[in-house]
């Protein structure tokens, strides 16, 4: 099983609003993962947690706020978004990030911001 | 500035074609090359190649790495509408724990 759910599937905000998009795995996995991607662009990585641990963020604004409650949740907060944050947020899952291994990505969250 | 290029950026073909997608890389202190295929949503895994020569095979598919020239490619024989999809390269270093180096994908539409 190489499955990783992530809800909601669409989500509408306006620039004020606060939500928050939420990814599982139940592979063991202990590398988990935020891309953003614009259409007919590839994924740009925004975050990765390793062992439950911030290990990279790729300079992204504090509008967002990744979360990571325990291995298999990842959870990313999003406050005061502007509509260019408009996208498919994908998350990811790996083994391990030390050694390469295959990531495994969900449907993706499609966000648009008003 | 590891990179990494993928041609052609489209490509239609019809039914029963055979067609080549290929990738090429500058990255330092390169760990593997990975392929995947993406629809509407999420890019789902095809291969991960981290040894020269060695082609990985599934059903129609299969891919080769080329590390003293730095690319891959990626063959698909008798093509179907469901091969239709955007085709994502990417590729990991030893460096950046975990990051993958995508490039532009190829878009490949099959026509009946």
């Known amino acids: 099983d190489t499955e990783v759910t992530q809800t909601p599937k669409h989500l509408v905000m306006g620039m004020t609003n606060k939500k928050s998009l939420k990814c599982e795995q139940h592979?063991?996995?202990?590398?988990m993962y935020w891309y953003k991607q614009k259409a007919k662009k590839p994924p740009e990585l925004m975050f990765v947690y390793s062992y439950e641990k911030l290990s990279i963020n790729e300079s992204v604004p504090s509008r967002f706020s990744p979360e990571c409650p325990n291995s298999s949740l990842l959870n990313l907060h999003l406050h005061a978004l502007q509509p260019e944050d408009s996208a498919l947020y994908l998350c990811?899952?790996?083994?391990?990030?030390?050694?390469?291994?295959?990531?495994?990505f969900g449907p993706g969250t499609r966000l648009l911001v008003l | 500035e590891d990179k990494v290029v993928q041609s052609p950026l489209s490509l239609v073909v019809h039914e029963g074609d055979t067609v080549t997608l290929n990738c090429s890389y500058e990255v330092t202190n390169f760990r593997s090359l990975l392929w995947y295929k993406q629809e509407k949503k999420a890019p789902t895994f095809l291969f991960m190649l981290?040894?020269?020569?060695i082609e990985k095979k599934s059903g129609r598919l299969s891919s080769i790495l080329d590390k003293k020239e730095l690319f891959s490619i990626l063959n698909i024989t008798a093509t179907q509408t469901g091969d239709s999809a955007v085709y994502l390269c990417a590729v990991a270093n030893y460096n950046q724990g975990g990051k993958l180096i995508f490039g532009q994908g190829t878009e490949l539409s099959v026509k009946p």
């Open positions: 990811a899952s790996s083994q391990r990030t030390e050694y390469q291994e295959t990531q495994y």
């Open positions: 592979m063991g996995h202990r590398a």
């Open positions: 981290t040894s020269s020569g």
